[in-house]
C-alpha cells in the first residue's frame, strides 16, 4: 500500500530519459514495452516491489542546451502491480492513490542538469493526488544511436502527497519512506 509514493519516483525517472538525446535537439517517445517504471516498499517489516504498467509522455532534449529540456510524464495509478491482490486491489483506492479522482500522476521536468559523465538530474514537479511538490530524480543515460536508455532511483515519503489516509496515514503498518526506480528506453522521433 505504500506504494504511491512509488509513483512519483516513476514518473521522475521516466523524465529523465529527455537527457539522453543523441547530439542535436530532439523528440524522444517512451517505448513502454522496453521500460519499467518501478517502486518499492516495506509492509508490515517486509520489503515489496511493484511497477506501473501503463505510463507515458513527451521528451525534448538538446545536449548542448541541457538546461533546455522538457519531459512531461504521465502514469496511470490504477495500472500498479505488486503481485498482492489484497494491496493491489488497495492502491487505487480512497485511502491511497485515490484513482477515481485523481487517476493521473505526472512529473514534470523543465530542464535537465549534467552531473559528470553520464550522469544527470532531472528537476520537475511531482503531481500525486493533486498534490505537487518540487522532486529531484538523479539518473544515468547512455545513448546508443537513436535509442537513449536511462536509470534512476528516488527516495520519497508517500505521506507528502497524501498517500495513505486514515489508519495508513502513519507508519505503523506501512512504511512513509519509498523507492522509485526507473528503466527508461526511449527512441529518438524520425
Do not use: C
Not at 539522453?20 to 508490515?44: E, K, Y
Not at 495509478?77 to 489484497?86: N, P, V, Y
Amino acid at each position: 500500500m505504500s506504494t504511491p509514493t512509488y509513483l512519483k519516483a516513476a514518473l521522475l525517472g521516466a523524465a529523465l530519459l529527455g537527457p539522453s538525446v543523441p547530439a542535436l535537439a530532439a523528440d524522444w517517445t517512451i517505448d513502454p514495452a522496453h521500460s519499467t517504471l518501478g517502486f518499492s516498499g516495506t509492509q508490515t517489516g517486509a520489503k515489496f516491489t511493484g511497477h506501473f504498467k501503463n505510463f507515458g509522455g513527451t521528451i525534448r532534449f538538446d545536449p548542448a542546451h541541457p538546461d533546455a529540456g522538457h519531459a512531461l510524464v504521465a502514469i496511470d495509478i490504477a495500472s500498479a502491480a505488486t503481485g498482492d491482490a489484497q494491496r493491489d486491489e488497495a492502491i487505487p483506492g480512497a485511502d491511497w492513490f485515490n484513482a477515481a479522482k485523481f487517476p493521473k500522476a505526472t512529473f514534470e521536468a523543465n530542464g535537465f542538469q549534467p552531473r559528470g559523465g553520464n550522469t544527470y538530474e532531472a528537476h520537475g514537479m511531482l503531481t500525486i493526488r493533486g498534490i505537487s511538490h518540487p522532486e529531484t530524480l538523479p539518473f544515468t543515460l547512455d545513448i546508443t544511436g537513436n535509442v537513449a536508455h536511462a536509470k534512476g532511483h528516488l527516495d520519497l515519503i508517500r505521506s507528502s502527497f497524501g498517500v495513505g489516509q486514515g489508519p495508513w496515514a502513519s507508519g505503523q503498518w506501512v512504511a512513509l519512506e519509498a523507492g522509485v526506480d526507473i528503466d527508461i528506453t526511449a527512441h529518438a522521433a524520425p
